[in-house]
C-alpha cells in the first residue's frame, strides 16, 4: 500500500489526539485539501446527546468558512488499522464540494493508505446540486 507525506500522517495524528470521543472512544480525524493545496483539519466532536460532530464534516466547515469550494483530496484516519470510511452523511458532504477527480484516501493509523476512492466508488449515484433547478 502506499504512503502519503509524513507530514500530512503527524497533522493527522495530531488532530486524531485531539477528538473528543468520550461515549464512542472512536477518534476520528480528516483533511480536506483544495486544488490549491491548502489544508483544512477536522475531529470529530461527540456531545452527551449523541448527536456528535464527524472528522469529515468539521474539516468542511474549516474549509467552507475560509470560502474555498472544491475538494482536490480527502484524507481520513480512524484509531486503528481498519477502514474507518465516510459515514453516509459525510459521503453526502464531500459530495458536494467534490469533481470526478476527487480522491478520498482512507489511513490507517500508521499513515498507510488502506483504500482510496472517486466520488463514484464511495457514493454511487449520488444525488449533487446538479440535480437541482436552476435559480
Do not use: N, W
Given at each position: 500500500m502506499s504512503q502519503v507525506a509524513p507530514a500530512l500522517?503527524?497533522?493527522?495524528?495530531?488532530?486524531l489526539g485531539n477528538a473528543y470521543a468520550p461515549?464512542?472512544?472512536?477518534p476520528v480525524a480528516s483533511?480536506?485539501?483544495t486544488p490549491d493545496?491548502?489544508?483544512?483539519?477536522g475531529a470529530n466532536v461527540e456531545v452527551a446527546h449523541y448527536k456528535g460532530l464527524c472528522a469529515?464534516?468539521?474539516?468542511?466547515?474549516?474549509?467552507?468558512?475560509?470560502?474555498?469550494?472544491?475538494?482536490?483530496?480527502?484524507?481520513v484516519m480512524?484509531?486503528?488499522?481498519?477502514l474507518c470510511t465516510p459515514c453516509g452523511?459525510?459521503?453526502?458532504?464531500i459530495r458536494e464540494f467534490a469533481t470526478p477527480d476527487t480522491q478520498i484516501l482512507v489511513l490507517s493509523r500508521e499513515g498507510e493508505v488502506l483504500k482510496t476512492y472517486t466520488m463514484e466508488t464511495?457514493?454511487?449515484?449520488?444525488?449533487?446540486?446538479?440535480?437541482?433547478?436552476?435559480?
Open positions: 500522517v503527524e497533522t493527522l495524528l495530531k488532530t461515549y464512542s472512544h472512536h483533511v480536506m485539501e493545496g491548502q489544508q483544512f483539519v469529515e464534516a468539521s474539516a468542511i466547515s474549516a474549509m467552507a468558512t475560509a470560502g474555498q469550494r472544491e475538494l482536490a483530496k480527502v484524507y480512524g484509531p486503528g488499522e481498519h452523511d459525510c459521503r453526502q458532504r464511495l457514493l454511487p449515484d449520488a444525488f449533487g446540486p446538479e440535480q437541482l433547478p436552476q435559480r
